[in-house]
């Protein structure tokens, strides 16, 4: 996916604005789907095993012989349990694991625990310059922090996975954020970070509701309407917010110069156009 510049986003209708920065068809039943982005060469896709394994093998347009061969990989696991095995040894993931892979890993296969309740893998990845262990990690180990207030509808569980004290990586920061019943604001006030760009997995939306993804920048924002388990890319010029129907989980990753996660160019509700 090539993103438009700052500039020539203004100019994009709804439907040019939902191809560029939308990516609205992953977690296809018994498949692996892969999305390239030039924004930091992130790889943004999903992998759907039923009954048989499913590999995960570099396209031609990546040129390598495998796909962690200059790359490092996020997974979330935001369906039932399954299993990854790298390069011979297996790691169980439960429903909202992560896993790290790290760059040199050559053999990658995604395993559902039961065809009928599927394991529904998120895959984040981006170049890396040097390797990190594997490394898994359970919901109860990620950094949990509360922010928010019902008061402000944004009462929220920060849970962050691979950052720079917790999982090791070269790039990749990555976690997730759920939010309380009867909140449905996310990063409000918002920021934009031109250090890095972001990709945000919307999901555990009910088939009725929705997510306004508030993006652009701050004096010409825009918004996307977003359905469970697509991901938007947000630029680094970009903000990135929304609000939902009702409450709702988001996974977001990062990737760029920066990995500090509070690495932000703060702004006010008033300073938004």
């Given amino acids: 996916m090539l993103l438009p510049d700052a500039q020539r986003y203004a100019a994009l209708n709804a439907e040019a604005l939902r191809s560029h920065f939308l990516i609205e068809t992953l977690f296809t039943p018994g498949q692996v789907d892969l999305h390239w982005c030039e924004a930091d060469r992130a790889i943004i896709g999903s992998a759907v095993p039923m009954a048989k394994s499913l590999p995960l093998e570099a396209p031609p347009e990546m040129r390598s012989a495998f796909f962690c061969q200059r790359r490092e990989l996020g997974i979330l696991n935001i369906g039932q349990s399954g299993s990854v095995t790298v390069d011979g040894k297996t790691y169980q993931l439960d429903n909202l694991d992560c896993l790290y892979v790290g760059m040199g890993c050559k053999h990658i296969h995604f395993s559902s625990k039961s065809p009928e309740s599927p394991s529904r893998f998120y895959l984040l990845s981006y170049p890396a310059h040097c ?99 697509q991901a938007v890319i947000s630029p680094a010029w970009s903000i990135h917010a929304g609000a939902g129907t009702a409450a709702y989980a988001f996974c977001w990753g990062m990737g760029g110069e920066n990995q500090a996660f509070n690495d932000m160019d703060a702004l006010t509700v008033g300073d938004l156009i």
């Fill in 131 to 229: 390797s990190h262990p594997i490394t898994l990690a359970r919901k109860a180990d990620a950094q949990a922090v509360q922010l928010g207030s019902a008061s402000t509808c944004n009462s929220r569980t920060i849970y962050k996975y691979i950052h720079p004290d917790g999982i090791k990586s070269c790039q990749l920061v990555m976690g997730f954020t759920q939010l309380d019943s009867g909140s449905v604001w996310n990063t409000m006030p918002p920021h934009t970070h031109l250090r890095r760009s972001e990709v945000y997995l919307y999901f555990n939306l009910a088939a009725d509701t929705r997510v306004f993804h508030l993006m652009g920048r701050p004096d010409e924002t825009r918004h996307l309407v977003i359905a469970d388990q």
